[in-house]
Nanobody
């Protein structure tokens, strides 16, 4: 079983930056592709970014491309989401995900 523990949520003004971390338990972390999703109030959960097990391949939603960067450190069993140039529409609960496991979802609030 894998546990995903996220940190780094909070509030920021538009144009600011935040970094989310997701620490995974278990020895098989390095074999998993990792994902970030988000869910805004009244909306469905949506894909944000993904990274392959090696870190060599990343994908981004069009809405965050060029502003967000996903990365991972397999030695620390941690995946990161660096969020720059934040916009009010980035306000959501952000979830780390792999396989069938989900993190607890820290809230990100971006004020204009």
């Amino acid at each position: 079983q894998v546990q995903l523990v996220e940190s780094g949520g909070g509030s920021v003004q538009a144009g600011g930056s935040l970094r989310l971390s997701c620490a995974a338990s278990g020895r098989t972390f390095s074999s998993y592709n990792m994902y970030w999703f988000r869910q805004a109030p009244g909306k469905e959960r949506e894909f944000v970014a993904s990274i392959s097990w090696s870190g060599g391949t990343t994908y981004y939603a069009d809405s965050v491309k060029g502003r967000f960067t996903i990365s991972r450190d397999n030695a620390k069993n941690t995946v990161y989401l660096q969020m720059n140039s934040l916009k009010p529409e980035d306000t959501a609960v952000y979830y780390c995900h792999t396989n069938v496991y989900w993190g607890q979802g820290p809230q990100i609030t971006v004020s204009s």
